[in-house]
């Protein structure tokens, strides 16, 4: 069974950092691209950052780009994204998921709460 | 860039059913889709992957009341025999070379 953990969410200041981290077990990590997507407070589902298996490749919403940055270690199977200059509009859940190519996102964590606010 | 667009909500009866549309924007009609269904305080998860000629796959669990189907750029959920539990926010996603973008969502209400 496909497994996704998120952890490392919280409440931070303006401006800080913050490091989500997302544990997957259940499939060969390795073998797969992976998303992170968020949700604000009764907002709907907000694609943020995608990174290929072997992270040759990641793209970002516009919206966190140069701010948020995603990355992976096969070894541990894990994903993460370091996150840095939040906003008060970050404030969200944030879910790791896994993609199938030609199939789009098909397994997502529990989610992490991220809260941005002094 | 594709865009996708769903009706905010819809409401049928216990037992009934509902059609759910997604649109894609202008030249991006043959593009495959994801459904994915948001129970409240929950997790979305993956129903189904539908494609232009309106064949889909579904997710591992999900009931055979779900099916998909297409129609020009537009994709279609169809939920049969509505249950209590089918009360919930439905997205369809799609991707292109660099990017992924999600619907604004369906809520569905089971009266």
């Known amino acids: 069974e496909v497994q996704l953990v998120e952890s490392g969410g919280g409440l931070v200041q303006p401006g800080g950092s913050l490091r989500l981290s997302c544990a997957a077990s259940g499939f060969t990590f390795s073998d797969y691209s992976m998303n992170w997507v968020r949700q604000a407070p009764g907002k709907g589902l907000e694609w943020i950052s995608y990174i290929t298996s072997s992270s040759s490749k990641m793209y970002y919403a516009d919206s966190v780009k140069g701010r948020f940055t995603i990355s992976r270690d096969n070894a541990k199977n894990s994903l993460f994204l370091q996150m840095n200059s939040l906003r008060d509009e970050d404030t969200a859940m944030y879910y790791c998921?896994?993609?199938?190519?030609?199939?789009?996102?098909?397994?997502w964590g529990q989610g992490a709460l991220v809260t941005v606010s002094s | 860039q594709p865009v996708l667009t769903q009706s905010s909500s819809a409401s049928a009866s216990l037992g009934s059913s509902v059609k759910l549309t997604c649109t894609l924007s202008s030249g991006h009609s043959n593009y495959i889709i994801a459904w994915h269904q948001q129970q409240p305080g929950k997790a979305p998860r993956f129903l189904m992957k539908?494609?232009?000629?309106?064949?889909?796959n579904k997710g591992s669990g999900v009931p055979d009341r779900f099916s998909g189907s297409s129609s020009g750029a537009d994709r279609y959920l169809t939920i049969s025999n509505l249950q209590s539990e089918d009360e919930a926010d439905y997205y369809c996603e799609t991707w292109d070379s660099k990017s992924y973008v999600f619907g604004t969502g369906t809520k569905v209400t089971v009266l």
């Open positions: 998921a896994r993609v199938v190519s030609s199939t789009g996102t098909t397994s």
């Open positions: 539908l494609e232009g000629s309106g064949s889909y």
